[in-house]
């Protein structure tokens, strides 16, 4: 019995030694994980990133060298009190940072590297380098950093910043330390941009001495370069709608109508991208993103939702007519506004009355507008299915949505439809005279600059309109599809013709931007005024009125579709209308010969209209004679404007 039991315990001895055997040889070894094995130095060399050029060829973004600090925690040697404070002083850190940063890499890993000190300068990195070999544990990785050629584009080019844990855990490619588009094309191109990583395995002895090449090199990869990318962006057209928009705040957005490409793409206030780059990236981006007040980092041009005001009449214009309940010898007469019975719904200002369509987007009468908006909802049987139709028309225009493209912020506006309303006021329970607003561009319709800049293109080529897109080539390389398909509105091409002409005549025949015409460019426009209201202290309360115009030019085969919207900039002629008439000219001619508009709109400021909610003193709204002048000495100096006169 006992020779049994012997035997027996032998045997299943044996059995476990094998099968340990077994899972060794065939389980683990195919689960061997180079990037776990601490005998293994991983040393990463970084790709150089693609560069950018404007539509023109002209390098906006190119790289330079950087430097960082890199630690493996455990195979940090001792050093004493006197070796800290001296290797504290070479890298301009107290000892408290060393022991946080320190604390910060062993949490992340004790045995793998991550950055101590990123972005070193060469000064830097240059009384550094001689020194490290007496800080052990700790050594220098190369990588490139961005350098921005240019002052100008903040919120187009974007910035880089550090990964984190969340994008770490969810894309295995970055580590600890590694950089990452944040914004702007870096953003939205960050995968073609950056390339791909090259690295470089080391082996290590018992004594943690790094002794060679891992298997002679075999598994070492090299660097893949980032592609460059020409975006479409006109550089000279951007510095220039910067310009405009200095003291003031709003965004404009500017397309070629003939492929969708974003020629200008301006939001104020901005900043020098530069000053996201290196060591005070972080604080330099806290201080932008903490100015709760200008708010330098939200792009105007695409994420600000503002009513779209008068221009959106247009768009109730063609919508009248495809849907038959008007045609353009209408008249409505106006009598300082819209009235339902002895109830005033609208005002309006003094122009000829009755009003037909021509008349009615020249003069933009309101009346006029309110009185084709009721006759859409009011053709079907209850106001929810025309309020339905009339959203679908709308939304055509790519208003109310997001219009699909390659920019990397965005908001999709609002174009309310029956369901909206019925959730407000109870289904069936309201009708067209409670949603009159939305006739002039007012009340629940809200849309960003971009998209009424799309808009307008699409109003520009009788109908059809391209996804806009940032984006001109990638290395020569076709950019998709979808930036290449026209999209076509529901509106048939024979009724924008008339609706055209409207928009023709706001430059003419006493039309509300005459005096902004601009000589040989036949420029078609809509003017608009936005009530502005925000809260202060619980009350809601009105500030002056917003600045709003839409345009594109010349009438026929236009090359630029545009939208500027300037918040508290009174009405649509007195700010943006004039920034719209100086870039089409920009863009078209190449020069300024409307130096009297250019003069007024760089010699005045907006910056006294933002300060009244804060400044705790009662004001006024709309005033005429409440602009701040900027000394014109100054405003030379600064942005160095030729042929500016007094």
Not at 482 to 500: C, G, L, Q
Request: glycine share 8%; net charge positive.
């Amino acid at each position: 019995m006992r020779k049994l039991l012997l035997l027996t315990t032998v045997i299943l001895v044996g059995l476990v030694f094998i099968a340990r055997l077994f899972y060794l040889q065939v389980y683990t070894s195919s689960a061997y994980n180079i990037f776990e094995d601490t005998a293994i130095r991983k040393e990463f060399k970084y790709p150089k990133r693609g560069y950018v050029y404007d539509r023109n060829g002209k390098l906006l973004v190119a790289n330079q060298p950087s430097y960082d600090v890199m630690v493996i925690p455990r195979e940090v040697g001792y050093l004493d009190s006197l070796d800290i404070e001296e290797f504290c002083s070479l890298l301009k850190i107290t000892r408290k940072d060393y022991d946080k940063k320190l604390k910060r890499a062993t949490n992340y890993s004790p045995r793998l590297p991550s950055p101590f000190v990123p972005q070193l300068s060469k000064k830097d990195y240059a009384v550094l380098q001689e020194k490290m070999r007496k800080f052990e544990g700790f050594y220098i990785q190369k990588r490139s950093l961005r350098s921005y050629q240019t002052s100008i584009g903040a919120n187009v080019l974007g910035d880089l910043g550090e990964v984190n844990r969340k994008i770490i855990e969810n894309d295995a490619y970055y580590t600890l330390g590694d950089l990452i588009g944040k914004q702007g094309i870096e953003k939205t191109y960050e995968e073609t941009l950056r390339g791909v990583k090259g690295i470089k395995f080391i082996q290590k002895d018992r004594f943690n001495k790094n002794i060679g090449p891992y298997k002679e090199g075999k598994l070492d990869t090299l660097p893949q370069p980032g592609k460059d990318v020409t975006i479409t962006i006109d550089s000279e057209l951007q510095a220039y709608g910067e310009l405009l928009m200095k003291h003031k705040r709003g965004g404009i957005v500017a397309i070629d109508p003939s492929n969708g490409e974003i020629l200008a793409m301006v939001t104020g206030p901005s900043y020098n991208p530069n000053l996201l780059v290196g060591r005070e990236r972080n604080n330099n981006f806290s201080s932008l993103y903490l100015d709760k007040i200008n708010k330098p980092t939200f792009d105007r041009g695409l994420q600000a939702q503002y009513p779209p005001g008068s221009p959106f009449k247009v768009i109730n214009a063609l919508i009248g007519l495809q849907e038959g309940v008007v045609d353009t010898d209408d008249t409505f007469t106006c009598r300082m506004g819209y009235y339902y019975g002895s109830r005033k719904l609208t005002g309006c200002h003094h122009h000829r009355s009755p009003a037909n369509m021509n008349l009615g987007i020249a003069q933009s009468c309101n009346a006029y507008f309110v009185n084709v908006y009721r006759r859409i909802i009011d053709k079907y049987e209850d106001a929810g299915k025309g309020m339905n139709t009339w959203a679908d028309h709308a939304k055509s225009f790519g208003l109310g949505n997001f219009l699909n493209n390659d920019l990397s912020v965005g908001q999709p506006g609002r174009i309310p439809d029956g369901d909206y309303y019925d959730k407000a006021y109870g289904d069936n329970r309201w009708g067209s005279t409670y949603i009159v607003s939305n006739a002039i561009g007012q009340g629940e319709v809200e849309a960003t600059p971009i998209q009424l800049a799309n808009m307008a293109a699409a109003i520009g080529n009788r109908g059809y309109y391209y996804t806009p897109h940032i984006v001109k080539n990638i290395e020569g390389e076709p950019i998709p599809k979808k930036y290449t398909t026209p999209k076509y509105t529901t509106i048939d091409k024979r009724h924008f013709e008339p609706v055209v002409q409207g928009m023709f005549d706001v430059y003419n025949k006493g039309g509300t931007a005459q005096s902004l015409q601009v000589p040989g460019i036949d420029i078609c426009g809509k003017t608009g005024t936005a009530e502005n209201f925000i809260k202060i202290d619980s009350v809601k309360t009105q500030l002056t009125d917003h600045s709003i115009f839409v345009a594109f030019a010349p009438k026929d085969n236009p090359k630029i579709a545009i939208a500027v919207f300037v918040e508290n900039g009174y009405w649509g002629s007195r700010f943006a209308g004039r920034m719209a008439s100086l870039m089409i000219e920009k863009h078209i001619k190449g020069e300024i010969t409307r130096t009297d508009l250019e003069r007024w709109i760089l010699t005045h400021s907006l910056e006294d209209e933002y300060k009244k909610p804060y400044s705790g003193e009662p004001f006024k709204i709309n005033g005429e004679a409440k602009l701040q002048v900027i000394d014109n000495y100054a405003i030379r100096e600064e942005f160095k404007v030729k042929n500016l006169k007094d």
